[in-house]
């Protein structure tokens, strides 16, 4: 199902980048987050991110991206 996805400009205690759905509880406030883009799953999302900012260090949300969090 295609979701906007975004990133957690901050990184959390492991060192990652979190990626949200638009609608997840836990989404960062506006100034804490960048826009991945509209896509239908969270590792096309990831792999947008990764690809757009030149890092590695993404991880998805327990919560939203669940197929895609590593811990
Ligand atoms: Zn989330």
């Known amino acids: 199902m295609y979701k906007h996805y975004y990133y957690n400009?901050?990184?959390?205690?492991?060192?990652?980048?979190?990626?949200?759905?638009?609608?997840?509880?836990?989404?960062?406030?506006?100034?804490?987050?960048?826009?991945?883009?509209?896509?239908?799953?969270?590792?096309?999302?990831?792999?947008?991110a990764k690809e757009a900012t030149g890092k590695t260090n993404f991880d998805g949300c327990y919560y939203c991206c669940n197929p895609c969090h590593k811990g």
């Open 9 to 48: 400009t901050n990184t959390d205690n492991k060192g990652n980048h979190e990626v949200h759905t638009g609608d997840c509880s836990y989404l960062p406030e506006i100034k804490n987050r960048n826009y991945i883009g509209y896509k239908d799953n969270c590792k096309d999302a990831i792999k947008e």
